[in-house]
């Protein structure tokens, strides 16, 4: 796997729903500090009227909307 530079490799990594460890080498676990302090921000309480609406369910023979 390539990458243009560390911090695009690590942008890559984050995209999978998983959680990974950094061990080697320097430059990569470098550049996941600089991604870890650009995205560890606060984020406000989840507010009940900006949720989307609930989907509809699917019921046995109609198609989905």
């Known amino acids: 796997m390539g990458a243009w530079s560390w911090s695009a490799l690590i942008g890559f990594l984050v995209t999978f729903s998983c959680r990974f460890t950094v061990e080697s080498p320097p430059e990569l676990a470098e550049a996941a500090r600089r991604v870890m302090g650009r995205i560890d921000v606060d984020i406000p309480p989840t507010d009940e009227r900006a949720r989307p609406p609930a989907r509809r369910p ?8």
């Open 58 to 65: 699917v019921r046995p023979g109609k198609p989905a909307l």
